[in-house]
């Protein structure tokens, strides 16, 4: 890690997330979150997702502003190209994820980041979503992320800050495991 004694300035108040880590540690009750996100239809294959509140802490919590993804499909697809497709809006979710995590890391342990740029790639076979081959998954058959990151650490270091960063992703997780969904018309 760093050799110096200059303080490290990555953007993350490390004191701040470790003094809410240990409140949440004491009250475990405050750490149950849930995320929500509002999705209208447009026009087409384009839709329009807000994202505006949430609950953690006990409470209903909001961001300073609502925030807005638009998606659709791209014109091969006969469609207008109006935003990212829904797979790419995944693949740019768990690249910010991690990169957050790169940045939270080796704040935590002392690492001076210069510039961290991810590159993320998902490989798809879409004879499965078009319904031409019903043994050809919908979703991705894999994805790879590679870094290039500018820091004062050795490889090995900067290896070990993306490894913890993948360990503790909510969204690498999200992506990587089964995840129970319920879906129902009201």
């Known amino acids: 890690m760093t050799d110096t004694q200059t303080p490290v300035d ?10 809410a880590r240990q409140h949440l540690t004491d009250a475990p ?9 509002s999705c209208e239809w447009v026009s087409g294959t384009h839709s329009r997702t807000t994202v505006s509140g949430f609950s953690g802490l006990g409470a209903e919590q909001a961001h300073r502003q609502d925030y807005t993804v638009e998606a659709d499909h791209p014109q091969v697809f006969a469609s207008e ?7 790419e809006i995944v693949l740019a979710a ?5 990169t957050a995590g790169v940045a939270t ?10 510039s961290v740029t991810s ?3 998902g490989d798809m076979d879409l004879q499965g979503i078009l319904g031409i081959d019903r043994d050809v998954r919908n979703g991705f058959n894999g994805i790879t992320v590679t ?5 004062d650490a050795t490889k090995a270091d900067i290896e070990a800050i993306v490894a913890q960063s993948q360990k503790r992703s909510a969204v690498f997780d999200i992506v990587a495991n089964p995840t129970n969904i319920q879906v129902e018309v009201v």
């Open 105 to 114: 890391v080796a704040s935590n342990r002392g690492v001076q980041l210069r």
């Open 81 to 87: 190209d109006n935003g990212a497709t829904p797979p």
């Open 10 to 19: 990555n953007g993350v108040n490390i004191e701040a997330l470790l003094g």
């Open 94 to 98: 768990l690249a910010s994820c991690l």
């Open 147 to 151: 870094y290039a990151i500018d820091a």
């Open 119 to 121: 590159t993320i790639a």
């Open 29 to 37: 009750q405050g750490a149950q979150f849930q995320w929500r996100a």
